[in-house]
């Protein structure tokens, strides 16, 4: 089993629907969680970390559910410039040094 | 506010030409990355730094050489360009405090001919 998983998708949605992803992690001491978001070519970019009771920023939600061992990326209102690459990122405790990326879970919204 | 700078942007080498690929980060993170990203697959850990003086491998550290004399530097060397290095190059860092996340340099794109 991969230690950090997601759909590759794409999801395909229209404009102004409501999108989600789930990405799993394998490692039960994993304790940083973050949302990254990468255009096509390009660096990718933080859109949010996760919290344990969840936490929201304009359109998009996050969530962790430690006993499942899954976060979540929740989008509203989905614009035609929120399509693309949602990558997963967790960090275990303990001064682990090295983030997991998941392989990304690819968005695209169409008019 | 900078952030992680890279450079060069772009870079066309030949077979078994050396180069050396710059990240620069003024944010004073003790932990620096390189990754590097092929068409349509995900992030792959080549080198990484703990503090100044400190490097340890990745996932594919071969081809590649690093150093870390400065808390700010981050160069990653190629000996002799192989058309497999053929790659985007990604510079990250981030602090060494818990629960901080990755910032990450605009990229190196390096096709090797």
């Known amino acids: 089993r991969k230690e950090v998983e997601q759909d590759p998708g794409p999801f395909n949605v229209p404009e102004g629907a409501t999108v989600a992803f789930n990405c799993t992690y394998s490692n039960s001491a994993s304790q940083s969680f973050f949302w990254y978001r990468q255009d096509c070519r390009k660096e990718p970019k933080l859109l949010m970390s996760v919290y344990s009771s969840g936490n929201e920023d304009g359109r998009f939600t996050a969530q962790l559910n430690r006993a499942s061992q899954y976060i979540s990326l929740l989008i509203r209102d989905s614009k035609l410039s929120d399509s693309a690459t949602y990558l997963c990122v967790v960090t275990l405790s303990g001064g682990s040094y090295i983030p997991t990326f998941g392989r990304g879970t690819s968005l695209i919204v169409h008019p | 506010n900078a952030g992680v700078t890279q450079t060069p942007k772009f870079r066309i080498l030949k077979i078994g030409q050396s180069m050396t690929l710059q990240c620069t980060q003024d944010?004073?993170?003790?932990?620096m990355y390189w990754y590097r990203q092929d068409p349509g697959m995900g992030l792959k850990l080549i080198y990484y730094s703990v503090g100044a003086g400190i490097t340890d491998k990745g996932e594919v550290p071969n081809g590649y050489n690093v150093s870390r004399s400065t808390t700010e530097d981050f160069p990653l060397r190629l000996e002799l360009a192989a058309p497999s290095q053929t790659s985007v190059y990604f510079c990250a860092s981030r602090s060494g405090q818990g629960g901080q996340p990755q910032h990450f340099g605009d990229g190196t794109r390096l096709s090797i001919l």
């Open positions: 944010m004073n993170h003790n932990y």
